[in-house]
């Protein structure tokens, strides 16, 4: 660590590398001891920062959240149907899965609180989620008659079977795939499924370009 750095700037060194270790170890195997050893600092300079553990992992969270918003809107930026954004959202999406360390998952929901800001998180994702498959019905990319509301329930409910997946807890028989190779097909199984033809050509054509949506 930079001597003379500000406040914000420690914090936000504390927050970062915290968030490595995190995604690398899980949550419980990192002590205060092993993040202030990967900064050359003293425990005492964290504790000065975020009173415990849970507050440092809730920062870790925003931060990895700001991340994904501002990849995201690169996505957006960059992207040329709404098709397009949401398989290279997806993309991103399994891309990070694939570097969390399996006991991430489990150990999050014993923080209740955070768990809970978690969900409300997804549930404001899951409205803007929407709102693009709106806007690609509206561009003759999807059927008139999907309800994506129901869509919306179902594809939350299977990528939770993903991540249990991950976590080795159930599920046994889908133990041969990775949860890449199972979130490829199912975002591919659903869109496919919901697209008129114009949209199912955009798809071939993006995955013949890109060979897969998982890279």
């Known amino acids: 660590m930079k001597e003379n750095s500000t406040k914000k700037e420690i914090q936000n060194q504390i927050v970062e590398a915290a968030h490595e270790l ?37 920062e870790v969270l925003k931060l990895q959240n700001e991340k994904m918003h501002e990849r995201g809107k690169e996505i957006i930026r960059s992207s040329s ?3 397009e954004i949401i398989l290279k959202l997806y993309n991103l999406h399994f891309k990070l899965l694939k570097k969390v360390n ?21 549930k404001q994702n899951t409205k803007k989620f929407c709102a693009w498959m709106e806007m690609g019905r509206q561009q003759g990319l999807f059927r008139e008659d999907a309800d994506f509301n129901i869509l919306t329930f179902i594809l939350k409910r299977d990528l939770t079977t993903i991540i249990e997946v991950k976590m080795q807890t159930g599920y046994t028989e889908l133990s041969d795939y990775t949860p890449d190779e199972l979130g490829r097909k199912l975002i591919l199984f659903y869109l ?12 071939e054509e993006y995955l013949k370009r890109n060979e897969t949506i998982i890279e």
Do not use: H, W
């Open 192 to 203: 496919r499924g919901i697209s008129t033809p114009k949209g199912q050509q955009i798809i």
């Open 81 to 83: 149907d709404i098709l």
């Open 22 to 58: 995190f995604i690398e170890r899980g949550i419980k195997d990192v002590k205060m001891d092993d993040i202030a050893a990967k900064l050359s600092i003293s425990k005492r300079t964290i504790y000065e920062q975020f009173n415990d553990k849970e507050q440092l992992l809730r």
């Open 102 to 122: 399996n006991k991430f998952f489990s150990e999050l929901n014993k923080y209740p609180e955070i768990c809970k800001e978690k969900q409300n998180k997804d």
